[in-house]
């Protein structure tokens, strides 16, 4: 199994924790208090067209292990806000080179399609 870095833990805690609160609250008041849990200014939660579903993006610097972390996610996602053991993933990617990359990470973390 992977391991993962300290950052990316962090990463994973924090949506763990914002999607967990999404299921007792509104979608703005978790992203609040998760910027407030991380020390950060507060930002305007933008809905795009999704208004209570929740909508993330992890930022991570080229090489921060983005495609590992995007394979964590999906358990993070099921477990924290779905709360079910199986779901359909569609993942879509622009190059083959990404869609490489992406089924290694999945294959390196193992595990993870496990409940």
């Known amino acids: 199994m992977f391991e993962l870095k300290k950052y990316q833990k962090q990463a994973l805690e924090v949506l763990e924790k914002f999607l ?59 477990q924290a806000y779905l709360e079910e053991d199986y779901r359909v993933l569609l993942w879509l990617v622009r190059t083959n080179t990404i869609r490489e990359q992406t089924l290694k990470a999945i294959i390196v973390v193992g595990t993870l399609w496990q409940p």
Request: contains cysteine; aromatic residues 12%.
């Open 20 to 78: 967990v609160a999404t299921r007792s609250q509104p979608v703005e008041s978790a992203f609040e208090q998760a910027l407030i849990r991380q020390k950060q200014n507060p930002v305007f939660y933008r809905h795009y067209a999704f208004e209570q579903m929740p909508y993330v993006c992890l930022r991570l610097p080229t090489g921060g292990g983005k495609t590992v972390l995007a394979s964590y996610t999906v358990k993070v996602v099921k």
